[in-house]
């Protein structure tokens, strides 16, 4: 894989790393415990996430669009019905980061805008 292709993957798994951190930080304050399978599944996609991102074949490529697409979905359930206004600048960072990923994927697989 070309070096600049190594870049962006690493620049991406950075990006999931800082996803997980953030995520963390939302989940240790959250009040509702239903709410917590969600989190979890939203951990594992990112864990997910993150396996095929360090794979980098064109196959998992492909899978992490589809695993960050999942990712957002499930940051996005949680996050609009999250209950306090405090944690809305952390949901909207974990989305900023995971949009960068999603670029970088897009760079790496030769179909970015």
């Not at 292709?5 to 800082?18: D, F, G, P, R, W």
């Not at 992490?64 to 909207?92: A, F, N």
């Amino acid at each position: 894989m070309e070096t600049k292709h190594q870049t962006l993957i690493v620049a991406a798994l950075e990006k999931v790393q800082s996803c997980e951190t953030i995520l963390e930080k939302i989940s240790s304050s959250c009040c509702m415990p239903i709410r917590s399978k969600k989190m979890q599944d939203t951990f594992k996609g990112l864990e997910n996430l993150g396996n095929q991102l360090k794979e980098a074949t064109e196959e998992s490529m492909s899978n992490s669009i589809v695993e960050i697409e999942q990712c957002g979905s499930q940051i996005g359930k949680l996050y609009v019905s999250c209950c306090t206004e405090k944690r809305e600048p952390l949901y909207q960072q974990l989305l900023k980061e995971l949009n960068e990923v999603h670029n970088n994927v897009h760079r790496v697989k030769g179909t970015a805008h």
